[in-house]
């Protein structure tokens, strides 16, 4: 200890009973935190004046604040505690009684470890876990933050929210990451024509519709499927956009699928159907079909065979069959 501090930690001992030793420890615990903020901060100016790219920042203000912080406990726990064997005994009873006590905070640091270590998500991915989805906006060392998007806002839009989710849930929950593989998610449109349109052409149309509307080339998704090889089997074989059929008590049911970014799904999706209005509008043997009533006349409607009208043999023959009508049904 300095000469000029022997005074002072005198004054302690004599009128408050404080121990020299232990006023050092607290005046060489104080330096080092002083140290260390300084430290970090004229970094974290460096960091801002010499790279650009935001993600990069945040990753590397990240490294130098734990690096920082990592040694500066280590040069705290060796001012308070000179015996080596003393610090193991300590140390050791501590964790034992932390493991017991503080079971959830353990599990979020293991959880931190496991998210730095595996990767299941970075800043700036959009991930669901649970019952929750975002894109990561920060990873600390307790918990993660999320800027929530979709609950009861559609088509995966942000509602503004933040979400702040413990480490921990990466052990307990399945984690969903759209940003990674393809980095494109499918999107589905479904599109009702009556069965008394000329569906082919509707399905014709709407194929035309989606390969002059394709937001992501087949080059690029193949370029990703090749770059992620190393680390998933991811095997497609059809990448295109692609008009599915099928029928449903309502109508013929065409189902658009193609690839597009999971932040765009909303907008791709209302800039496909503003096409699909103005070409059907072009179309006069094609109709939606929508919800509504109609009513079947069987004998001037229905198939001969089933109390319709007669066939051109019968039709000069008398019909003593009174008019009946089938149930009315509904289609959209």
């Not at 280590?74 to 015996?83: F, G, Y």
């Not at 929750?132 to 979709?150: A, I, M, N, P, Y």
């Amino acid at each position: 200890m300095a000469p000029w501090l022997d005074p002072i930690f005198a004054f302690l001992a004599e009128n408050l009973g404080v121990p020299p030793n232990f006023v050092w420890r607290i005046l060489a615990t104080l330096a080092v935190m002083v140290l260390f903020t300084v430290v970090q901060a004229l970094l974290a100016r460096a960091l801002a004046r010499t790279v650009s790219d935001p993600a990069v920042r945040y990753s590397a203000n990240k490294a130098v604040r734990y690096g920082f912080g990592f040694v500066a406990a280590i040069v705290i726990v060796r001012v308070w505690i000179h015996n080596v064997a003393g610090l193991a005994t300590y140390l050791g009873l501590l964790s034992a009684g932390l493991a017991v006590a503080l079971q959830e905070p353990i599990a979020n640091v293991f959880g931190f470890g496991f998210i730095l270590w595996r990767r299941p998500f970075e800043v700036g991915d959009r991930i669901e876990i649970g019952a929750h989805s975002g894109d990561v906006v920060d990873v600390r060392l307790f918990q993660f933050t999320l800027l929530e998007v979709g609950n009861w806002v559609r088509a995966d839009q942000s509602t503004g929210r933040v979400i702040h989710v413990p480490n921990g849930w990466v052990f307990r929950h399945a984690t969903a990451n759209y940003s990674r593989g393809l980095g494109h998610v499918w999107n589905e449109l479904a599109v009702t024509v009556t069965f008394e349109s000329d569906w082919a052409l509707a399905k014709q149309t709407l194929l035309r519709i989606l390969s002059e509307s394709d937001l992501v080339t087949k080059e690029t998704i193949q370029a990703r499927i090749d770059a992620a090889q190393n680390r998933y089997f991811i095997k497609y074989m059809n990448l295109t956009p692609i008009v599915w059929t099928d029928v449903s008590e309502d109508g013929v049911v065409l189902t658009l699928r193609y690839l597009c970014d999971p932040r765009m799904r909303r907008s791709s999706a209302g800039s496909i159907w503003e096409k699909i209005l103005e070409e059907f509008a072009k179309l006069e043997s094609v109709d939606f079909a929508y919800r509504t009533t109609r009513q079947f006349r069987n004998p001037t409607e229905g198939k001969p065979g089933t109390g319709g009208p007669p066939t051109k043999q019968a039709e000069n023959e008398p019909s003593e069959r009174e008019p009946s009508f089938a149930p009315s049904y509904s289609r959209r």
